[in-house]
């Protein structure tokens, strides 16, 4: 228990410190649906590390609210990220890639603008409810031909 605690706090001095800028906010509380979509509209870019991962609904969520995403590789990240058109994938790891690919984007607000731009009509045309509803029809029936439902 010791040990998890020295661990946050080692996250939270530096943490602590950025927070004080106004540019880093820890989220200890949660935030509703209208507070998650102000942060969103109120960031950059997102970022996304994680070595597994499914659907990766905040990928998606970040991508309707125009942000380009710098994520790391996985099944679910390469579903939703198109590398070098809504975002950058990088690989698992690479911490020295992923912070240049990061600060490449930070940098770069033409590309950030273009890549959110690109992200946005690509989540909005293919994660809405229609073509979701859709999908979901669709795997019913080629399971129903397969004789996978009775």
Known sequence: ???AREAQEDLETPA??????????????????????????????????????????VMIEAGVCGLPVVATRSEGVERIVTDGETGRIVEAWDGDGFVQELLGLACDGVRRKEWGEAARQRMTGEFNETRCLESVVRVWYEAAEAGGLS
């Open 1 to 3: 228990m010791g040990e």
């Open 16 to 57: 602590g410190r950025l927070e004080k800028t106004g540019r880093f906010r820890w989220l200890r509380d949660g935030l509703d649906q209208a507070g998650l979509s102000r942060l969103y509209q109120s960031a950059d870019l997102y970022v996304h590390t994680s070595l597994h991962e499914g659907l990766g609904r």
